[in-house]
Structures are given as C-alpha cells and as structure tokens.
C-alpha cells in the first residue's frame, strides 16, 4: 500500500522569505502522480502544485516549486517570498490510478509578519 | 469562487434526524468522490462515483448512503448518526475516473455537528 509522510505537523517563516516542507513517500509503482494541496481556515483544499513521477524537471508555478527527487521517495514543497495569505495547512498527496488520492497528515504553516 | 459547490455549509442535527447533504459541479467531471476530514488530520476518502456509478466504498457504515442523480450532482444521506461522526464533510471531482494525473478539485465542505 501507499503511504505519504510529511514530519513537521507544523512550520513558521518570516514574512518575505523562503520555507520548504516535506514530504516523502514509499510506492512501488513506476507511474504516478504527486500533488500538493493548501488548505486555509476557510476549508476548501485548493490545488497547489502537481508532479508527474516521470519528469525530471521540478514543477514550478510562480512562488511555489518543488524539489522531486524519485530514487529517494521524496517530495518537498518550497514556497518563496511568503505571503500572510500563504498560512494553511498543507498535505501532500499521492495518486497511483486506483481513484485514490492517498493524504499525508498535513503541515500547518504560519507566516510570522 | 469554488467550481464545487456543497450545501449547507454547516448543518447540526440529532441523532435520529435525517438530512442529505448536496455536492454539485459543472465542470463535466465523470469522477465524484466523498471525504469525511476530522479536525487536524487528512481527508479520509468514504465513496467514489465513476460515470454516475459507484466505484469504491470505503467501508462506510450503511448509516451514510450516497446518491449520484446525474453527472453533476453528488448526495450523501445520513440517517441516524453518531456523535463521532461530526466531521467537515468534503467532495471533490475529477475529470475523468482513474486519471492520475487529473486532479481533484473540492468543494468548501460542509461542517456536520450531531447532538
């Protein structure tokens, strides 16, 4: 079975920098897909960023990039410039195709201003 | 603006109410899916419909009973629930079942209290 890992419950950066967050995972798949989705007080889980298992390059939309690095099971999240608007909870999940999407416990983010 | 939509956004009831709650998308996903999320944890998938026709049940206590009407519609009724089962209760779509790399777009929830 799939698993997702994410080991810091909780994060805090200063306003205006750089914090990354992590997230490993154990598949045996070869094809899947990764995502990372936010979740702010206001409760809808919105879509951050996607990977795909078999592309090399990292994705990247505006602030938000990711470090994906296969061999290790690994899938950090960096989010640059942070934004007060940027404080939620953050999951990272993963899809193999059996219509799952497999959630890791989360990692709740503050931005100290 | 969310493109799924949940109503109530908040509902309390007693234990030996019935209610539904509402999902509903026009997006033209064939995928719909249930998620019952507690406080400080994950969303824990419950039922997903794939082409109106309901593709995994997560052992999910006959006391909760979807219904998929029509491709853009998603009902889950609940008939006489426990007080563990207050949740935010969340669904999601997708473009097309099995696709894994669509991903799953969710509605605001709806936040369940039981008395």
Avoid at chain 1, 65 to 73: D, I, L, P, R, T
Wanted: glycine share 4%.
């Amino acid at each position: 079975a799939q698993t997702v890992t994410q080991s810091q419950p909780e994060m805090s950066v200063q306003e205006a920098e750089t914090v990354t967050l992590s997230c490993t995972y154990d598949t045996s798949e070869s094809d899947y897909y990764l995502f990372w989705y936010k979740q702010p007080p206001s409760r809808q889980m919105i879509l951050v960023i996607r990977q795909e298992a078999y592309k090399q390059q990292n994705a990247t939309e505006n602030r938000f990039s990711v470090n994906f690095q296969k061999a290790a099971k690994s899938f950090s999240l960096k989010i640059s410039d942070s934004q007060l608007g940027d404080a939620a909870m953050y999951f990272c999940a993963y899809n193999g195709g059996n219509e799952k999407l497999t959630f890791g416990t989360g990692t709740r983010l503050t931005i100290i201003p | 603006d969310t493109e799924v939509t949940q109503t109530p956004k908040h509902l309390v009831m007693g234990m030996t109410n019935k209610k539904s709650l509402k999902c509903e998308q026009h997006m033209g996903h064939r995928a719909m899916y249930w998620y019952k999320q507690k406080a400080k944890k994950p969303p824990e998938l419950m039922f997903v419909y794939s082409y109106e026709k309901l593709s995994i049940n997560e052992s999910v206590p006959s006391r909760f009973s979807p219904e998929c009407p029509n491709s853009s519609l998603l009902n889950l009724h609940l008939h006489a629930l426990q007080p563990e089962d207050s949740a935010l209760y969340l669904c999601a779509s997708s473009q097309k079942p099995g696709g894994i790399h669509q991903p799953q777009h969710f509605g605001d929830g709806t936040r369940l209290s039981i008395l």
